[in-house]
């Protein structure tokens, strides 16, 4: 059995994932929302769900909220409940993309009166993260055009860049502002954040609060993602990430399910870059669970990042920049691979077990008659993010 050295152990025991609200509830494909027996049916019931992931894993501390699919009358309430169950609440969330007034954009609107409304809609964002001790502010913008004529590509970019602005003057000294890029959908032929050069130039003109969020289903295919993350921490503006895997476009899959090798390969770029364990960037999942159960679904991903990391952290670094140097080639990728394709699983098993955990966090959760009691307790559980 491979043995993880205590330095890969105490970095491991660092990794702190953040968990989407909307990961619990029942979301939608294009066709149809199939429902979860169990689904939380409020907010509250998401926060005690995403609360039995950190229990068995013990790496997914925060929960991050979506405005308004997690509006609450008192969110010193939902704070104090998501503490009480030993989590806490993490990035917020805003959307411009479910509003009729938005249907030709909302920050980059050509109408000063609809880019008010949703820069509006922004402040009030940061006046939930005030109450939910928020830091990070996240924004994914559904804007862009179909045809090609159809919008002033240039004063979009402008007007972009002035409502961002105006948000970003009233971020706390403790906020900040992630801005997410994606390269397509719902627009096809032009998206006015499509990729990290167009979030990178948005965001350093507005200051040193404001970060680039990378959500690993938003690039094309073949596109290399962790030349992306290596650029952007190198710049010091990779804010956080979205993980979550691909087979075709923004799946939203459980992260390192389609493609492990790639999730390693971001790993170790983060590795390489310091960026992990690094206060200054928060390792979010974006996903949906549309066929499969919730938690599991989260537990999942929680531990398949946590593998992928320990493999990263295997990697011998003297060794690979020594074959890098003398330019051996075949050497250094097989350093590179000697550690993707170790088998770091009976070492965390036991791991865990030596911190008080279940050497088998899925059988554990599994075995804890929690589905069955939410199944039962909860009737009518509510679609809460994506699909009609
Ligand atoms: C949309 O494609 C983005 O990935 C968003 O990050 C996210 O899924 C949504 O805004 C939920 O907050
Ligand atoms: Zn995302
Ligand atoms: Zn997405």
Not at 120 to 146: F, P, Q, Y
Not at 369 to 377: L, M, R
Request: proline share 4%; aromatic share 10%; charged share 25%.
């Amino acid at each position: 059995m491979t043995t993880l050295s205590p330095e890969i152990l105490t970095a491991l025991e660092q990794q702190a994932i953040e968990l989407p609200s909307w990961a619990f509830g029942n979301s939608g494909t294009r066709f149809k929302v199939f429902q979860t027996p169990g689904t939380p049916r409020d907010p509250f019931e998401k926060i005690a769900d995403a609360a039995q992931v950190h229990k068995y894993t013990r790496l997914a501390p925060v929960v991050a909220l979506h405005i308004p699919w997690d509006k609450v009358e008192n969110f010193a309430d939902l704070r104090k409940h998501a503490e009480d169950h030993g989590v806490e609440l993490g990035t917020i969330n805003s959307n411009t993309f479910q509003d009729e007034d938005y249907k030709f954009g909302a920050l980059t609107h050509e109408d000063a009166a609809v880019r008010q409304k949703a820069i509006d809609h922004h402040l009030e964002c940061i006046d939930v993260m005030h109450e939910t001790g928020s830091r990070d502010l996240k924004i994914w913008l559904a804007e862009g055009s179909n045809y090609p004529g159809q919008a002033d590509l240039r004063g979009r970019q402008d007007r972009l860049q002035e409502s961002l602005q105006q948000i970003y003057d009233r971020l706390g000294d403790n906020q900040r502002l992630v801005l997410e890029y994606k390269f397509f959908e719902p627009a096809f032929y032009h998206t006015d954040v499509p990729d990290w050069g167009t979030s990178y130039a948005q965001v350093a003109s507005l200051g040193e609060k404001a970060m680039v969020c990378l959500d690993t289903g938003h690039h094309a295919p073949g596109t290399n993602i962790e030349f992306i993350v290596m650029q952007l921490l190198r710049l010091g503006k990779l804010g956080s990430f979205d993980f979550n895997s691909r087979f075709y476009a923004d799946d939203d899959l459980i992260v390192g399910a389609a493609d492990p090798f790639q999730l390693f390969r971001i790993l170790f770029e983060v590795i390489r870059g310091g960026g992990l364990n690094n206060p200054e960037i928060a390792f979010m999942l974006d996903q949906c669970h549309n066929v499969e159960e919730k938690i599991p679904g989260q537990i999942r991903s929680v531990l398949n990042v946590q593998e992928m990391t320990a493999r990263a952290l295997l990697v011998d670094r003297d060794a690979l920049a020594a074959a890098q140097r003398s330019g051996d080639v075949l050497g250094a990728n097989a350093v590179f691979m000697d550690a993707f394709y170790t088998d770091v699983r009976p070492a965390l098993a036991q791991w865990r077990e030596s911190r008080g955990l279940a050497a088998d966090p899925m059988a554990a959760f599994a075995a804890s008659g929690y589905q069955n009691t939410i199944a039962a307790d909860r009737v009518g559980g509510v679609q809460s993010s994506w699909g009609a």
